[in-house]
């Protein structure tokens, strides 16, 4: 059974960084795309990163308010997808779900998804 956990998340103060963590188990495939989203209160769902996985090779997607301050990678070996957050803002509160897409390379129509890990951004 596909599941996905994520860690990591907490309260920082504006400019600080948190690294969220995606164990992902029950799943074995050379060709998927998982990411994050994220919720923030009172909004829709928003898509904040994207990695590809296309056989031996991957490519990397960031939502424009992100670009330059996440960046997320995975360890085969730990089956662990990173998202790694710097100079976090307010505007980075939220929820943050690890979301698995079997379906589209950009995590657009996600397949599965975890419980959420909290982010609070505040002074």
């Known amino acids: 059974q596909l599941q996905l956990v994520e860690s990591g998340g907490g309260s920082v103060q504006p400019g600080g960084s948190l690294t969220l963590s995606c164990v992902v188990s029950?799943?074995?495939?050379?060709?998927?795309?998982i990411g994050w989203f994220r919720q923030a209160p009172g909004k829709e769902r928003e898509g904040v990163s994207c990695?590809?996985?296309?056989?031996?090779?991957?490519?990397?997607y960031y939502a424009d308010p992100v670009k330059g301050r996440f960046t997320i990678s995975r360890d085969n070996a730990k089956n662990t997808v990173y998202l790694q957050m710097t100079d976090l803002n307010a505007k980075d509160t939220g929820l943050y779900y690890c979301?698995?897409?079997?379906?589209?390379?950009?995590?657009?129509?996600?397949?599965?998804w975890g419980q959420g890990t909290q982010v609070t951004v505040s002074s």
């Open positions: 979301v698995l897409d079997q379906d589209s390379p950009t995590c657009d129509r996600p397949n599965s």
């Open positions: 029950g799943f074995t495939s050379n060709y998927y795309s």
């Open positions: 990695l590809n996985s296309d056989g031996g090779s991957t490519s990397t």
